[in-house]
């Protein structure tokens, strides 16, 4: 699956965060997700429940699934009936309940610079500075929207370029455990195998 540079940095940024602050787990919530990248677009769905997470892009063709309990991430191609398994070692994000944190924390500096409508909600709205790699020559910074009772950003979106991430029709709740479960009756099939199957697809498509 896809993923911008921008929501690699924000997750990255919630898990570094924690260990300067008492934290707590991320809310269990859905929700449709807008990826912007340049000229292009991508919505989904995310369930995020305990120490799990799944992504569902371009009408549920392919399904990501992270479970932070076992190290794990399934990639699911519900339309070919198979998956992929890879570990994955980070740990969950997390979150502050009373909100975002002003101040320095080690390579990462967040400064609150005002209110602003999004979606029709009033949000607060801070500056993130990131130096990549402790490097201060090497900075990378975008702006983060809080509305109130939901400590993660609803919105992130890089200061320079036309890279962003939203979150809209946000639900809080504990969402099916049955949408985090390893596939059953599917066939699991490595990395090159479905570069194959697409290298066949796109052969049988001229």
């Not at 610079?113 to 029709?120: F, K, N, P």
């Not at 509305?147 to 946000?170: C, H, M, Q, W």
Request: hydrophobic share 35%; charged share 30%.
């Amino acid at each position: 699956m896809k993923r911008c540079f921008l929501l690699l940095i924000v997750l990255l940024v919630l898990t570094a965060a924690s260990l300067s602050f008492a934290s707590n787990a991320v809310p269990e919530f859905s929700a449709v997700y807008v990826e912007k990248e340049g000229e292009s677009v991508e919505t989904g769905n995310i369930y995020v429940s305990d120490t799990m997470t799944r992504y569902d892009k371009d009408n549920g063709r392919e399904i990501l699934v992270i479970r932070y309990d076992k190290k794990v991430m399934w990639t699911i191609y519900p339309k070919i009936r198979c998956y992929i398994e890879d570990d994955y070692p980070m740990s969950a994000p997390v979150a502050h309940l009373d909100g975002p944190k002003e101040g320095q924390f080690g390579d990462l500096t967040r400064e609150f610079i005002g209110h602003e409508e999004v979606d029709t909600y009033r949000m607060k709205k801070y500056l993130v500075s990131i130096l990549l790699k402790g490097d201060p020559e090497n900075k990378y910074e975008y702006y983060e929207w809080y509305r109130d009772n939901f400590p993660l950003p609803v919105k992130t979106a890089a200061v320079y370029g036309n890279s962003s991430y939203e979150f809209t029709k946000i639900k809080l709740g504990k969402p099916s455990i049955e949408l985090f479960m390893q596939p059953k009756g599917y066939k699991k099939i490595t990395h090159d195998e479905i570069k194959i199957m697409e290298l066949e697809k796109k052969i049988k498509s001229k």
